[in-house]
């Protein structure tokens, strides 16, 4: 069974336009055990998602060439079990609306002097995806015995 127990598990890719915030989240980020991958440019994402095992991702919002809304609807329609936290800058009711109608776990805003709460929701987020490992793992088994139960009453 897959778990998501070890730090090398606990990738996070985070993407933002701010290069200066993507190092402070970085450097805060993987002091917490996470192994993070910073993509200053969004339209690099998808790519990074094809090409690894990432299941977390955090978004900026308001970047130049790809917003981070439409960005967070690409990697939905891609794969919806990609967890998403959104951080802007742009403190509003609709863009936290917009956001979590869009499928991300948490909106966060910038700046922001405490991590905590961040830290908390990848946390939680990791555990969400855990159970879809578990779940898709049962799953698996199930039908594999389902097909071992068939062969053998033929």
Same mark, same amino acid.
């Given at each position: %069974?897959?778990?998501?127990?070890?730090?090398?598990?606990?990738?996070?890719?985070? #993407?933002? @336009?701010?290069?200066? /915030?993507?190092?402070?989240?970085?450097?805060?980020?993987?002091?917490? *055990?996470?192994?993070?991958?910073?993509?200053?440019?969004?339209?690099?994402?998808?790519?990074?998602?094809?090409?690894?095992?990432?299941? #977390?991702?955090?978004? @900026?919002?308001? %970047? =130049?060439?790809?917003? *981070?809304?439409?960005?967070?609807?690409?990697?939905?329609?891609?794969? *919806?079990?990609?967890?998403?936290?959104? %951080?802007?800058?742009? #403190?509003?009711?609709m863009t936290v609306l917009e956001s979590l109608r869009g499928g991300a776990?948490?909106? /966060? /805003?910038?700046? %922001?002097? @405490?991590?905590? =709460?961040?830290?908390?929701?990848?946390?939680?987020?990791?555990?969400?995806?855990?159970?879809?490992?578990?779940?898709?793992?049962?799953?698996?088994?199930?039908?594999?015995?389902?097909l071992n139960t068939a062969g053998s009453s033929q």
């Amino acid at each position: %069974m897959t778990t998501i127990s070890s730090s090398s598990d606990k990738q996070v890719l985070h #993407v933002d @336009d701010d290069d200066v /915030f993507l190092k402070i989240a970085n450097h805060r980020l993987t002091k917490e *055990g996470y192994q993070v991958t910073s993509l200053v440019r969004p339209e690099q994402a998808l790519k990074h998602l094809l090409n690894s095992n990432c299941r #977390v991702c955090i978004l @900026d919002i308001d %970047m =130049p060439r790809v917003n *981070g809304l439409d960005l967070l609807q690409e990697i939905k329609a891609y794969d *919806g079990g990609i967890q998403v936290i959104m %951080m802007t800058g742009l #403190v509003s009711q609709m863009t936290v609306l917009e956001s979590l109608r869009g499928g991300a776990e948490a909106c /966060f /805003f910038k700046p %922001m002097p @405490d991590f905590t =709460p961040l830290m908390e929701t990848l946390d939680a987020t990791f555990v969400k995806v855990e159970r879809w490992w578990r779940c898709l793992h049962e799953l698996k088994n199930r039908r594999a015995s389902e097909l071992n139960t068939a062969g053998s009453s033929q």
